[in-house]
């Protein structure tokens, strides 16, 4: 029996060995998002009142002042041949999105900013504003106090600012008005798109589609048609909400191909499970050069007519560090990061090796520079 355990044991280690690490399994929600239910983007233009003196001014912002007499116009209050200097109304940009299959009554938030010179929208509320989509029809209606994140205080010498006090959030500020033309029950057909597009990762969310279908309807449904998209065609008699549902909680196997990103303003090093470099010797030497100017002053003998001079002086240091050669073999991720953590090297060093590797050809990923 333990021989047999044994044997067991050492036929299983040889096909872990032989099928290399399990790519990562996730949901299909969590991979990809339905064509048809997409975010829509709306926009519209407003008036922010209740400011503390923080406002536009009139004569920099001239459309802020015709908005606000155009408005009071509306409300019934002429304002014909008088001039205001009010700095408690600011001119904004309300921004929002338009969520999927949302229906009039139910409200979204929006995003203020400033258009003028207002400095700060604190305090301040938003006056009833028209959200219109790219068609030019009004969907939603904003209206609501603004949410303010950033602080702004000063004096007459000094001034301290954190973050932005020009825009904002109206938390459920908008009430949708019209729903869109669309209508996911009157779809023939499901369309997935991956937000990481990627052909394994397609056509293996096809397959375990299909496998749903043959156990639930009989027929394969699913067909990958490029590295983003998935078709669905709907079955006869099946209900599209409840097929949707079942399907978005499929568990697939996901795939990446092989990046490496390198945000060099902030020192970020972002490598991949994929990666792969070549074997190849690098070696990292840090050169730093110190010039120090002390010059000395010089005077002249007593009694005599010499005049006191500055004599320059100047000390330079030469050292460089480092000069290590290392061999990276980066058949594993663990083992490529051991070996540059070998040299001993900053980010920033780091950084100049991958991109010479790169250079050299034995880097097999994409380099990706931020």
């Known amino acids: 029996m333990q021989l047999f355990l044994r044997r067991v044991v050492a036929v299983l280690a040889c096909i872990m060995l032989a099928t290399g690490p399990a790519l990562p399994a996730a949901r ?24 503390q003196g923080t406002g536009d001014s009139m004569r920099s912002s001239p459309f802020t002042e015709q908005s606000m007499r155009a408005m009071l116009q509306n409300l019934g209050i002429s ?49 009833m504003t028209s959200l219109s989509g790219a068609d030019g ?8 106090s603004i949410v303010v994140t950033g602080i702004s205080a000063g004096g007459e010498a000094a001034t301290v600012q954190q973050g932005v006090t020009t825009a904002g959030r109206v938390p459920n500020g908008a009430i949708i008005e019209r729903e869109l033309p669309s209508r996911f029950k009157d779809s023939s057909d ?20 299909n496998r749903y279908a043959a156990a639930q ?61 070549s074997p190849v010797a690098v070696s990292y030497g840090t050169l730093t050069v110190q010039v120090n100017e002390m010059p000395k002053v010089v005077q002249p003998e007593p009694f005599s007519r010499g005049e006191t001079a500055v004599e320059p002086s100047t000390d330079i240091l030469v050292q460089q560090d ?43 990923a994409e380099l990706v520079l931020q």
């Not at 929600?29 to 400011?51: C, F, M, P």
């Not at 697939?252 to 990103?261: G, L, Q, S």
């Not at 490529?336 to 097999?364: C, E, F, H, R, W």
């Open 322 to 364: 480092g000069g290590q050669v290392a061999l990276l073999d980066g058949s594993s991720l663990r083992s490529l990061v051991s070996g540059l953590n070998s040299i001993g090297v900053k980010p920033d060093g780091i950084i100049s090796i991958l991109q010479s590797i790169k250079t050299a050809g034995a880097l097999q």
């Open 190 to 209: 499901l369309v997935l798109q991956l937000r990481n597009p990627d052909f394994s990762t397609s056509v293996g969310m096809a397959d375990a589609i």
């Open 28 to 51: 299909i929600k969590d991979v990809a998002s339905l064509q048809a239910g997409r975010d829509n983007q709306l926009i519209g233009y407003g008036l922010v009142v209740g400011l």
């Open 217 to 277: 309807y009989g027929n394969p449904i699913a067909e990958s048609r490029d590295s983003q998209s998935v078709y669905i065609a709907k079955p006869k008699m099946a209900d599209l909400a409840r097929l949707m549902a079942d399907i978005e909680n499929l568990v697939i196997e996901t795939d990446v191909p092989a990046r490496v990103v390198i945000n060099e303003r902030t020192g970020t090093i972002v490598i991949g499970q994929d990666v792969r470099i």
């Open 137 to 144: 029809q009004i969907y939603a209606v904003a209206q609501g």
């Open 79 to 127: 304002m014909v041949g008088t001039q205001t200097r009010a700095k408690n109304i600011a001119a904004v940009l309300v921004t929002a999105n338009l969520p999927p299959f949302a229906s009039p009554g139910s409200r979204i938030d929006v995003t203020v900013g400033s258009l003028g010179d207002a400095s700060s929208l604190r305090g301040g509320t938003l006056v």
